[in-house]
C-alpha cells in the first residue's frame, strides 16, 4: 500500500491550503485516516483523524481552523487548513489503518505517508 500526500507548501499567516492524501494498493478497506505533523525537533502528533464512518476528532490546536474529510471511493482523505499560523509549521504525514483480506483471513496495517512540508510565514 502506498500513501501519496500532495498540497503542502509556504503561505503567509491567516492563509489556507488544503493537503490531500490517496492510498493505492491491495486494499480491502481503509478503517481510520489520520494526519500528524511533526516540527524540527519535536515530536510527531495527531493532528485529525476520521473513521470510515466519518467520525472525527482533532486536536485542540486546530479545532475550528482545520476540517477532515474522506472520499471512501477514492481511498483518499483531505485537511483543509484555514486561519493558518506560523506554529502550525510542520511536516505533514497522512496516516492509514488499512484492512487486507486474502478471502478467509482478515488483518491490518499501518501506513504512512512520506511527508508534505506546510510553512507558514509571520
Known amino acids: 500500500v502506498q500513501l501519496v500526500e500532495s498540497g503542502g507548501g509556504l503561505v503567509q499567516t491567516g492563509g489556507s491550503l488544503r493537503l490531500s492524501c490517496a492510498a493505492s494498493?491491495?486494499?480491502?478497506?481503509?478503517?481510520?485516516m489520520a494526519w500528524y505533523r511533526q516540527a524540527p525537533g519535536k515530536q510527531r502528533d495527531l493532528v485529525a483523524a476520521?473513521?470510515?464512518?466519518?467520525?472525527?476528532n482533532y486536536a485542540d490546536s486546530v479545532k475550528g481552523r482545520f476540517t477532515i474529510s474522506r472520499d471512501n471511493a477514492k481511498n483518499t482523505v483531505y485537511l483543509q487548513m484555514n486561519s493558518l499560523k506560523p506554529e502550525d509549521t510542520a511536516v505533514y504525514y497522512c496516516?492509514?489503518?488499512?484492512?487486507?483480506?486474502?478471502?478467509?483471513?482478515?488483518?491490518?496495517?499501518?501506513?504512512w505517508g512520506q511527508g508534505t512540508q506546510v510553512t507558514v510565514s509571520s
Open positions: 476520521i473513521t470510515s464512518g466519518g467520525s472525527t
Open positions: 496516516n492509514a489503518d488499512v484492512l487486507h483480506s486474502s478471502g478467509v483471513y482478515y488483518k491490518t496495517n499501518d501506513y
Open positions: 494498493g491491495s486494499i480491502f478497506r481503509i478503517n481510520t
